[in-house]
């Protein structure tokens, strides 16, 4: 099972599909941090994997913000005995910086996901996040992750940005780019009914579903089926590749919030014990 960490309330990005901002942030603050602690080592004995996550962006920290206090705190508990051996990080990217690189290190991360709305350009999945005037090169960003020897997956969001090449020109271009994983996200119309602007954005914007069902068809006929995966998992140009309806679905895994109680999923709001 995998253990989620919430450890990002903020984010400065805007991108058109968020709903994270709608949500309340779990509080947290410096008499929490037991408690916090606890929580991590239940989350430990229940789970394996941790992937570091949260309603922000999480490589959006300083020493004094809450999501840098959780992130010192976490690094503290993998550096005794028992660890999270494997550790993903989730981020869209426009964040990174030497210290976050630094961070993710010390905390034994071994793979990080950076999060594309255009794989293609730059500019536009930079216009997509909502930012301007920023150093912000994909190809860069690949570069450093791959040099810190991290393991590396992009998360490709299926609007009609990528809907222009082959299916195999969008997975030979993520291997050019150096992914070791390559995760196609179908983008979902949300069952919220405060999420109008980002239902708006998705019908709009989403990949047809017959260029949908032409990539699943190309990795299903092209790519080397991994057995016992859930969702299922391909080899293919010698990335790992998966094309993921709902990344949560299926997947086993538990919730830490900033509150240093656990949950059973994202939407749960009463803790398991
Ligand atoms: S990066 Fe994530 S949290 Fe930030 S605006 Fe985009 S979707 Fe929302």
Known sequence: MNLQIDISNECKN?????????????????????VWLNGLKRGRELCD??????????????????????????KSFQ???????QVDVQTSGTEFSANSLNMMSDCNVSTVAISVANMFSSEQ???????????????????????????????VLLNTMHSVPYPEELIDYAGLLGA????????????????????????????????????????????VPIPNTNPSLYKL?????????????????????PNGKLYYSWNSVVPIE
């Open 14 to 34: 805007s991108c058109p599909i968020c709903i994270s901002k709608m949500h309340k942030p779990f509080p947290f603050n410096e008499a929490s941090k037991h």
């Open 180 to 223: 070791d994983q390559l995760t196609f996200k179908e983008l979902k119309i949300p069952e919220n009914s405060q999420a109008l602007l980002k239902s708006s954005w998705i019908k709009r914007n989403k990949m047809k579903p017959y260029l949908v069902n032409e990539l699943r068809a190309y990795i299903e006929k092209e790519g």
């Open 125 to 155: 999945d930079l216009a997509f996040k909502g930012r301007r005037h920023l150093d912000y090169r994909i190809s860069t960003l690949c570069d450093r992750v791959k040099s810190w020897r991290f393991t590396l997956r992009l998360t």
């Open 79 to 85: 550096q005794v005995d028992n660890i999270f051996k």
């Open 49 to 74: 994997t941790a992937t570091i996550s949260g309603r922000g962006e999480p490589l959006l920290f300083t020493e004094n913000t809450q999501t840098g206090r959780l992130w010192a705190l976490f």
């Open 237 to 257: 140009f010698g990335m790992t590749v998966a094309l993921d309806e709902d990344c949560m679905s299926e997947t086993r895994y538990l919730v830490l919030r």
